[in-house]
């Protein structure tokens, strides 16, 4: 990771885990008088972009 990348990627680690505590209110909270699909992909949503945010770190070689 280049030195200029880290305060972006500091940010972006930042924000996933305040947006975690938030969303697992929200699915708490209102999941249960969402749609099936409309609560799958709520529910999907966090995990992939997590999943995207740590194989973004990822490098090969």
């Given at each position: 990771m280049n030195v200029y990348?880290?305060?972006?990627?500091?940010y972006a680690f930042?924000?996933?885990v305040a947006v975690v505590p938030a969303w697992m209110f929200f699915l708490s909270?209102?999941?249960q008088d969402l749609p099936t699909e409309a609560w799958f992909?709520?529910?999907?949503?966090?995990?992939?972009?997590?999943?995207?945010?740590?194989?973004?770190?990822?490098?090969?070689?």
């Amino acid at each position: 990771m280049n030195v200029y990348q880290f305060p972006l990627s500091l940010y972006a680690f930042l924000a996933i885990v305040a947006v975690v505590p938030a969303w697992m209110f929200f699915l708490s909270e209102y999941g249960q008088d969402l749609p099936t699909e409309a609560w799958f992909m709520a529910s999907l949503v966090l995990p992939a972009t997590v999943l995207l945010f740590i194989t973004s770190w990822v490098q090969p070689g």
